[in-house]
């Protein structure tokens, strides 16, 4: 640990100590296990392999300056995981079972939570997989949940600054009424071309449009999208967009701001008329965007004219962060301080 420099961190894997499991047998889960290998040893015949029966999450623990390790929101992302659970037909994890295993497994790592101002966090992955030989089409008869975490840097190397994002019609992340509203690897998988492609092209990602009529704007990458105008913040509802805890999160701070919260299809053409807008979610928590292009009609849309972020999303930006780590209270009961 001497050896590792917090604040040239990237958002990849660095083995741990611990990582913590759980199995769903005849009918029940068990107890948490503790293991200290790195791998996972499922049959070839799993379900979670060839049927897709695979749910994940994402959140993070915090250093504060007082010491103590706080973690954002995990009963939202407990309950999450049993909607996605529940949308591929797996057994739901219980939520306090969850709590614990997320409790357990950042005390067995806590010498790899990044100390304060570093700007780096814990990055806590749970994962939800289907287990148990079956070539039919059916549910596993068995579960497994695992538990890892990992120190990460900032999501975008130049951290708290403006991309550009790129739209392309023909590519589609999630089908209305599908997948798109939970947190399955398949969704990823459809979104990795387009984003190859947006990044060899010099875009952050991609903000994808509707997939049934191309009119409304939809998620942005891996990611939810907002923006700013007036006194509005304004984000997407659709069938095929994640529910963002960070979101959510973003939603409850603008609204004590006095912003007003328009949760709704958004046309593209309004695209034209935002004052700021971002992506959000746990690794970036708010990535501002710079400028929107359209690739299929060849216009740009510039968001942030000065190139900076806005005044909006830094004070949001700024107002989540210092709750995560402790340096403002929370009054909303967001965080869980491990003991």
Known sequence: METLNWSELGFGY??????????????KWGELEVCSSEI????????????????????????GKDGKVRVF???????????????????????????????????LNERFVPPYESGASLYIRPLLLGLGQQVGVKPAPEYMFVVFVTPVGPYFKGGFQPSKVCIMR??????????????V???YAASLVAGEIAHSKGYAAVLYLDPKEKKYLDECGPANFFAIRGQSYITPKSHSILPSITNKSLQQL??????TIECRPVPFEEVA?????????????????????DLD????????????????????????RAIQYGDEPDTYGWVTIIE
């Open 14 to 27: 660095l083995k741990t100590d611990y990582n913590v499991r759980c199995y769903y047998r005849d009918g």
């Open 40 to 63: 996972l040893n499922i049959h070839m015949a799993a379900t979670c392999l060839h049927y897709g029966q695979e749910a994940f999450e994402g959140l993070k623990a915090f250093r």
């Open 73 to 107: 929101r995990m009963d939202e992302n407990a309950k999450r995981l049993q909607s996605s659970s529940r949308g591929i037909k797996m057994a739901e994890f219980p939520v306090e079972k969850f709590e614990e295993a997320v409790r357990k497994v950042v005390k």
């Open 170 to 183: 023909e590519y589609d992340r999630a089908a209305p009424y599908g997948t798109g509203t939970i947190k």
């Open 185 to 187: 690897g398949g969704n």
């Open 254 to 259: 603008a609204s004590d701001m006095g912003l």
């Open 273 to 293: 008329t935002f004052e700021e807008a971002a992506e959000c979610g746990t690794a970036a928590v708010i990535a501002p965007i710079s400028q929107i292009d």
């Open 297 to 320: 009609e060849n216009k740009s849309y510039v968001i942030a004219k000065d190139g900076k972020p806005g005044p909006v999303c830094e004070k949001l930006y700024t107002k989540l």
